[in-house]
């Protein structure tokens, strides 16, 4: 307590983004739910929006639904400790969504942890979870690769949260604590016990990605594939050239930004 008023517990909000390793971090936190002590974190519970069993989703679907007595419900029945909440989803919502969120969070002391990674990088990671999902095919994500904008990201992090709460990490193992993901984000929360995931997102070749695109023409298969099937080829998946240069040229000014405002260096990051 100071000058009389009570302190707020700890508040972790990891908010991802998608294709930076939030599953991996999930699936440890669960696995390590019992040795975390006194840090909780919370099992989602039964709910209308998510069935995850390891990740917060629900909270992001609720606020897109508009349903934030469920949101209020739900932080109220989080404990009065140290608390991690973990969802990529929620990088995906609207300013007024992550405002009514922080709203809903004024009881804690929040910190919002973001690891920000090559948009190259990210763009290929993301491309083939697109592939593999059958939304979008190889051919499609040449001519109009994902633009994702770390700027917006944490632009709407910051006006809902303050600049202040905002922890932003390097993706690239170069950067990590002991060159490891798990190991850098326990740091981050003050977790002093080994995290670890055995269950990781397999990449696929270039070959697999176009012999997955090939079958679904074929045959008029829609929707999620078993990689398995059609693991062939041994060439790193990557976006074509002409690709790599829109996305390298749309992100430029976020990647000087980001390190003119975080510190935090992408400007010579290994795009593979």
């Known amino acids: ?54 990740a917060h989703h629900f909270l992001a679907f609720a606020l897109q639904a508009g349903d934030f007595d469920f949101v209020r419900s739900y932080i109220k029945s989080l404990p009065a400790t140290e608390t991690i909440i973990s969802s990529e989803v929620f990088q995906r919502l609207s300013a007024e969504m992550l405002g009514q969120l922080s709203n809903a969070l004024c009881g804690y002391d929040v910190s919002v942890v973001y690891y920000a990674r090559d948009p190259v990088a990210r763009a290929n990671s993301l491309a083939q979870q697109l592939i593999k999902a059958g939304k979008w095919t190889y051919e499609e994500l040449s001519e109009k690769p994902p633009m994702l904008s770390v700027r917006a990201d944490l632009t709407k992090l910051a006006g809902a949260f303050g600049h202040d709460a905002l922890i932003v990490r390097k ?39 176009i012999r997955m695109d090939e079958h679904r023409r074929d045959t008029g298969v829609k929707g999620l594939l078993s990689v398995k099937d059609f693991m062939v080829g041994t060439t790193k998946f990557s976006l074509p050239d002409n690709a790599i240069k829109k996305i390298k040229a749309h992100s430029l000014d976020d990647v000087i930004w980001l390190y003119e405002t975080f510190g935090v260096d992408l400007r010579a990051a290994d795009a593979a």
């Open 1 to 54: 307590m100071e000058n009389g008023t009570p302190q707020r517990p700890k508040l972790w909000l990891h908010v991802g983004p998608a294709k930076t390793g939030s599953t991996t971090i999930q699936m440890a936190l669960r696995d390590a739910r019992n040795s975390l002590l006194p840090i909780s974190y919370p099992y989602p519970p039964k709910n209308p929006y998510n069935r995850s069993k390891f």
């Open 171 to 209: 993706f690239d193992k170069s950067a990590f604590v002991n060159g490891d993901l798990l190991a850098d984000f326990a740091s981050v929360v003050g977790v002093d016990v080994p995290l670890s995931c055995d269950e990781k997102n397999s990449s696929i070749t270039l070959e697999t990605a």
